[in-house]
């Protein structure tokens, strides 16, 4: 191929890419600032929008809706911190990170390399979707270190598919688990769902199964020749050699005898985290034991939390292994606890203004009982892009989501399955959960962006006729 074919060849795609990726840069600020901003548009539209005449007595029911409202997700905020961070222990924990190495060793022509990568990021983020996320991400790290002969920026956009088509869907689902936790915040108007009717719905598996096979084939014709494959950074691949350098030193150094603290050999002791590891275990098998239904319906996030968290301390093995990687998963835990209350303060303004039950209206205006599911999905869809956050923006949307539902006779089950996949469809297109995806990988989202555009087109076509078809089998 001559480089004048190539320009013509590749043109359409960079140029939509590079659309698209200005788009994000120069127009999509940080999430706090647009979690500021909605919060101005909510209370402008719940001033302007809603009955009610328009003077000092509604404005003060407004903000007196956010301030009630902005810690009613303090529960909420920290079971999604804990989420997170319980997934990057267990993906940073010596078994986990040894089964990587044990993959990245095993060299595979290009197209094997990144359907590998594709599965492991899109089977793990069902599975966890902290876990999958970071082991995803080294995992690459090790094949770049291994001087893979794949294009680089394909292998890091197939590692962050599982947050566009697996995630939301599976057994860490934000929406799926909170909806399954009694007591939640939205039970006033979705009520207490089983995972075994949303996650684990066979319409939900069916999807589930479909995408991973549509996206590890695109994956794989995806890959360029080898005259246009981008290679890892040479910088990449050096740092990652003196990791391992440094990381064989620090074992060969533990493993060294000599004179240690009572504090220090407590420190590098098993038994700390092995008995309460294994009191969490034992606390887990008496749950789930005493379930009459069956232990589908003892999955909450609370419960799903719990293991992973108990399976990560055990993982680790000391002490001081586990507070070292809780204290780098810490970093990525910030966002959630700064803008959580914000989310929950327009929660506040949007049922004290009653703004939730005109968009309820408007939704059932529009929608019927066969297209309502393709609605949320479209409609969860594009909110995501500017709310990138499936526990947060379905604290806003659920209480006119549920009320329209409930106005046309839509399951409810099949609303929260249609917001889910909705909801982490255009992840694909959007940076911010793959922020510490980049960290790891040394690349920045204009990289992957022109592939995670045709991964994005098949989801969402995918997408749209499920749910078209979807009030079949609900």
């Given at each position: 191929m001559t480089a004048s074919t190539e320009r013509r060849t590749r043109k359409?795609?960079?140029?939509?890419?590079?659309?698209?990726?200005?788009?994000?840069?120069?127009?999509?600020?940080?999430?706090?600032?647009?979690?500021?901003?909605?919060?101005?548009?909510?209370?402008?539209?719940?001033?302007?929008?809603?009955?009610?005449?328009?003077?000092?007595?509604?404005?003060?029911?407004?903000?007196?809706?956010?301030?009630?409202?902005?810690?009613?997700?303090?529960?909420?905020?920290?079971?999604?911190?804990?989420?997170?961070?319980?997934?990057?222990?267990?993906?940073?924990?010596?078994?986990?990170?040894?089964?990587?190495?044990?993959?990245?060793?095993?060299?595979?022509?290009?197209?094997?390399?990144?359907?590998?990568?594709?599965?492991?990021?899109?089977?793990?983020?069902?599975?966890?979707?902290?876990?999958?996320?970071?082991?995803?991400?080294?995992?690459?790290?090790?094949?770049?270190?291994?001087?893979?002969?794949?294009?680089?920026?394909?292998?890091?956009?197939?590692?962050?598919?599982?947050?566009?088509?697996?995630?939301?869907?599976?057994?860490?689902?934000?929406?799926?688990?909170?909806?399954?936790?009694?007591?939640?915040?939205?039970?006033?108007?979705?009520?207490?769902?089983?995972?075994?009717?949303?996650?684990?719905?066979?319409?939900?598996?069916?999807?589930?199964?479909?995408?991973?096979?549509?996206?590890?084939?695109?994956?794989?014709?995806?890959?360029?020749?080898?005259?246009?494959?981008?290679?890892?950074?040479?910088?990449?691949?050096?740092?990652?050699?003196?990791?391992?350098?440094?990381?064989?030193?620090?074992?060969?150094?533990?493993?060294?005898?000599?004179?240690?603290?009572?504090?220090?050999?407590?420190?590098?002791?098993?038994?700390?985290?092995?008995?309460?590891?294994?009191?969490?275990?034992?606390?887990?098998?008496?749950?789930?034991?005493?379930?009459?239904?069956?232990?589908?319906?003892?999955?909450?996030?609370?419960?799903?939390?719990?293991?992973?968290?108990?399976?990560?301390?055990?993982?680790?093995?000391?002490?001081?292994?586990?507070?070292?990687a809780a204290q780098t998963g810490g970093t990525f835990v910030w966002g959630?606890?700064?803008?959580?209350?914000?989310?929950?303060?327009?929660?506040?303004?949007?049922?004290?203004?009653?703004?939730?039950?005109?968009?309820?209206?408007?939704?059932?205006?529009?929608?019927?009982?066969?297209?309502?599911?393709?609605?949320?999905?479209?409609?969860?869809?594009?909110?995501?892009?500017?709310?990138?956050?499936?526990?947060?923006?379905?604290?806003?949307?659920?209480?006119?989501?549920?009320?329209?539902?409930?106005?046309?006779?839509?399951?409810?089950?099949?609303?929260?399955?249609?917001?889910?996949?909705?909801?982490?469809?255009?992840?694909?297109?959007?940076?911010?959960?793959?922020?510490?995806?980049?960290?790891?990988?040394?690349?920045?989202?204009?990289?992957?962006?022109?592939?995670?555009?045709?991964?994005?087109?098949?989801?969402?076509?995918?997408?749209?006729?499920?749910?078209?078809?979807?009030?079949?089998?609900?």
């Amino acid at each position: 191929m001559t480089a004048s074919t190539e320009r013509r060849t590749r043109k359409p795609l960079e140029r939509l890419s590079n659309l698209l990726s200005d788009i994000c840069v120069r127009w999509i600020p940080d999430p706090w600032i647009i979690v500021v901003l909605l919060t101005m548009v909510a209370g402008a539209v719940s001033f302007f929008a809603t009955p009610g005449g328009l003077g000092l007595d509604k404005a003060e029911t407004i903000v007196r809706g956010w301030g009630d409202g902005f810690w009613g997700l303090l529960e909420f905020g920290m079971q999604m911190a804990l989420m997170l961070l319980s997934g990057y222990v267990v993906a940073s924990s010596p078994p986990v990170r040894r089964a990587l190495i044990w993959v990245a060793d095993r060299q595979a022509g290009p197209k094997r390399t990144v359907a590998t990568v594709a599965l492991t990021s899109m089977i793990l983020m069902w599975i966890h979707w902290g876990i999958g996320l970071i082991a995803a991400g080294i995992l690459v790290r090790y094949y770049a270190a291994r001087d893979t002969k794949a294009d680089y920026r394909l292998l890091v956009a197939a590692a962050y598919l599982g947050m566009a088509g697996t995630f939301h869907a599976g057994l860490s689902s934000s929406a799926g688990l909170l909806v399954a936790t009694p007591g939640h915040f939205a039970e006033e108007y979705f009520g207490v769902i089983p995972m075994s009717q949303t996650v684990f719905s066979p319409f939900n598996l069916t999807l589930v199964l479909i995408t991973i096979v549509a996206w590890t084939i695109t994956a794989i014709v995806l890959q360029p020749g080898p005259a246009d494959t981008v290679s890892p950074p040479a910088e990449l691949r050096e740092k990652m050699a003196a990791e391992f350098e440094a990381d064989r030193e620090a074992r060969d150094a533990a493993k060294r005898p000599g004179k240690r603290t009572p504090v220090e050999i407590i420190e590098n002791s098993r038994w700390v985290n092995g008995s309460i590891g294994l009191l969490g275990l034992v606390y887990v098998v008496l749950y789930f034991s005493s379930l009459e239904d069956g232990i589908l319906q003892g999955l909450t996030l609370n419960s799903v939390n719990f293991i992973f968290l108990f399976v990560g301390i055990l993982m680790h093995g000391t002490p001081k292994a586990l507070l070292t990687a809780a204290q780098t998963g810490g970093t990525f835990v910030w966002g959630v606890l700064l803008q959580f209350p914000f989310y929950a303060g327009i929660l506040g303004m949007i049922v004290a203004s009653g703004l939730s039950e005109r968009i309820a209206n408007a939704f059932a205006t529009v929608a019927s009982e066969q297209t309502f599911a393709v609605f949320v999905y479209w409609y969860s869809a594009i909110l995501n892009f500017f709310v990138p956050s499936g526990g947060s923006k379905f604290a806003i949307e659920a209480p006119y989501l549920g009320e329209a539902a409930q106005t046309l006779g839509v399951p409810l089950d099949l609303t929260t399955v249609a917001y889910i996949w909705g909801d982490m469809s255009t992840n694909a297109l959007q940076p911010f959960w793959a922020l510490p995806l980049l960290a790891l990988c040394g690349l920045s989202f204009r990289h992957i962006m022109g592939f995670l555009i045709i991964f994005a087109l098949v989801t969402c076509s995918i997408g749209t006729v499920a749910f078209l078809l979807a009030p079949l089998f609900f």
